[in-house]
């Protein structure tokens, strides 16, 4: 299995709790029933589908990976609009950090759930990772999947 690379283009989301909503309505039995529906914000599902779709392009008719692997995922937030001219170059030659939302392990958490069933089983195969989140022109991410040599998965 080669190495498998993909930019997710956009400002990364990271991964939302699921959200319950409840609302009152007749059983069966015409007696007064709550009923409760669980969802995923569609923040996430969209970005999440958007993650799937690319990672799909870029591993072709690959099969599903199976053993363990190793991620790289450079994540790139865009400038603030209303940042001076001298800040912003700043953050973009890596001076200034992007100390803010998303959290880094949210947006992990969202690329690991889309890239279930579409490059490898589970994301329980991930066993080395080296992430990053810096500010530059052009927001994304960038994810690097690549198989753990001479190691199998227990």
Same mark, same amino acid.
């Given at each position: 299995m080669n190495t498998i690379t993909f930019f997710i283009p956009g400002p990364p989301v990271g991964k939302q709790r699921a959200r319950?909503?409840?609302?009152?309505?007749?059983?069966?039995?015409?007696?007064a029933k709550a009923m409760t529906r669980h969802y995923t914000p569609a923040k996430t599902a969209n970005y999440e589908a958007l993650v799937s779709w690319i990672a799909k392009q870029a591993i072709?008719?690959?099969? *599903?990976? +199976?053993?363990?692997? @190793?991620?790289?995922?450079?994540?790139?937030?865009?400038?603030? !609009?209303?940042?001076?001219?001298?800040?912003?170059?700043?953050?973009?030659?890596?001076?200034? *950090?992007? +100390?803010?939302?998303? @959290?880094?392990?949210?947006?992990?958490?969202?690329?690991?759930? !889309?890239?279930?069933k579409v490059v490898w089983q589970d994301d329980v195969l991930v066993c080395d990772v080296v992430k990053s989140k810096r500010y530059a022109e052009q927001p994304g991410v960038k994810v690097t999947i690549k198989p753990i040599e001479n190691a199998q998965a227990a």
């Open positions: 319950s909503a409840t609302r009152i309505g007749k059983g069966a039995d015409g007696q072709g008719s690959q099969p *599903l990976l +199976t053993g363990p692997v @190793d991620v790289v995922m450079r994540i790139f937030v865009p400038v603030p !609009a209303s940042w001076s001219k001298r800040r912003r170059a700043l953050a973009l030659a890596g001076l200034v *950090l992007p +100390t803010v939302k998303p @959290d880094i392990d949210n947006i992990e958490k969202a690329v690991y759930d !889309a890239l279930n």
